[in-house]
């Protein structure tokens, strides 16, 4: 019989303490920790934006993960041609290995909406932290999926703000207004809303990026991660019944 159990996320949390009828004590969330190097700026980042296109004054929005449709890559193609109107300096990513859609389809779709010279696509990048770097927000617009949503948490360690769905794991993330801003699933037009209102100021830019370094490092680094397991191992042994010696 198990005393106690560890999750992942809040959402698996809820579905054992409500679906398994377990005490709401039994399970605990303990969050992936990530490695946090004290900084991902590359030796020279501007040979980076020259690599991939992207102009000096120009801003850059990021999604980074397989090409699949629970990601959401087509509502962020969506989201780029509204945003454009408002920010037409601003370069959009999108970095992954072809999975159940192909890097093919999404660049017809974004030659049809007209933004394609916006685009950057690339597949597998073999060095992540190098092109977070260049990166002026971090998108994970998922539908589904996502219990642990391990590159958000490496947008935030580069020091990103964030947009990410109110979905499952994403929602333990994003501290609404502080290190990013969580918006509705399948929402092509509050995802605009939302990376246009962080590209409008410059200064929320800045503040929100700073939080997000400050969360993982206090509540998902490596170091956070052994602690808060540890606590639990420590609070199951001292609850286990003792026996007369």
């Not at 039994?26 to 946090?36: A, E, M, Q, R, Y």
């Not at 490496?154 to 990410?164: D, E, H, I, W």
């Not at 830019?205 to 490596?222: D, P």
Request: charged residues 20%.
């Amino acid at each position: 019989m198990t005393d106690h159990l560890i999750v992942p996320a809040e959402i698996v949390k809820q579905g054992y303490t409500s679906l398994l009828g377990l005490h709401s004590r039994k399970p605990t969330c303990v969050h992936l920790g990530i490695d946090c190097p004290r900084s991902y700026i590359p030796d020279n980042p501007d040979a980076k934006r020259k690599e991939l296109g992207i102009a000096p004054d120009e801003k850059v929005v990021g999604m980074i993960g397989r090409l699949s449709p629970v990601k959401g890559h087509v509502y962020f193609i969506q989201a780029a041609r509204i945003i454009l109107d408002c920010h037409p300096k601003t370069k959009f990513v999108i970095a992954g290995s072809d999975a159940q859609i192909s890097q093919e389809r999404l660049k017809r779709i974004a030659a049809q909406l007209g933004v394609i010279d916006s685009f950057v696509f690339l597949g597998i990048v073999p060095d992540l932290e190098e092109l977070i770097s260049v990166l002026d927000i971090g998108v994970v617009c998922s539908t589904g999926s996502e219990t642990i949503c391990r590159v958000l948490l490496q947008f935030m360690a580069a020091g990103k703000p964030v947009v990410g769905t109110s979905i499952n794991g994403i929602q333990d993330l994003i501290d609404e207004g502080q290190n990013g801003l969580l918006i509705p699933p399948a929402d092509c037009h509050q995802l605009a809303k939302a990376i246009s209102n962080i590209l409008s100021d410059s200064e929320q830019e800045k503040q929100m990026g700073h939080a997000s370094r400050k969360m993982v490092e206090s509540r998902f680094s490596l170091p956070a991660f052994a602690e808060n397991t540890e606590k639990v191992y420590e609070q199951v042994l001292a609850d286990l019944p003792r026996s007369n010696e």
